[in-house]
C-alpha cells in the first residue's frame, strides 16, 4: 500500500486510502486477474480479441469484453477499428499502459519466485 508520505500534497482523488478517491477506484479497476492477464498478453504486441481469449486461457467473452473496456476507458489500451467486413479490431497497450506492464511483469516475477513458500505456507495452514 502507498505510504503517507507519498500522498503529501496530492489531491484528493490521489489518496488510496480514501474510500471515495478516484486513485483507488483505477486501483481497484486493474488490479484484478483478468486484467493484469491481458496486459501481460498485450505486452508481445498487438492482439486480436480472439488473440487475447486464446493468450487468456479460462476468460469468457464477457468478462473479455468488459476488461477490454474498462482498460480502454482508463488510458491503458488503444481500440483500432479497421473498416473491413467483417471488421478486424486490434487492441495495443499505451505508454500508461506500457508502464503498468512492468508492474505486472514484477508481480509476476515475484509469484514465480515465491511459489513454492507459498505452496508450502498453504499446506501448512490447512493442517
Not at 65 to 86: A, C, F, Y
Request: glycine share 6%; charged share 30%.
Amino acid at each position: 500500500m502507498v505510504t503517507k508520505h507519498l500522498l503529501t500534497g496530492l489531491p484528493e482523488d490521489a489518496d488510496l486510502r480514501r474510500a471515495d478517491s478516484l486513485a483507488r477506484e483505477i486501483f481497484s479497476d486493474v488490479a484484478n486477474k483478468w486484467a493484469f492477464l491481458i496486459i501481460e498478453a498485450l505486452g508481445e504486441g498487438t492482439l486480436r480479441f480472439s488473440e487475447l481469449r486464446k493468450e487468456v486461457a479460462g476468460i469468457s467473452h464477457k468478462m473479455l469484453t468488459q476488461n477490454l473496456r474498462m482498460l480502454e476507458r482508463n488510458g491503458l489500451i488503444d481500440r483500432k477499428v479497421h473498416p473491413t467486413v467483417p471488421p478486424r479490431v486490434e487492441y495495443t497497450l499505451t505508454e500508461p499502459g506500457r508502464a503498468l506492464r512492468a508492474t505486472v511483469d514484477a508481480i509476476c516475477g515475484w509469484t514465480h519466485q515465491y511459489l513454492g513458500h507459498i505452496e508450502d505456507a498453504r499446506r501448512h495452514f490447512d493442517t
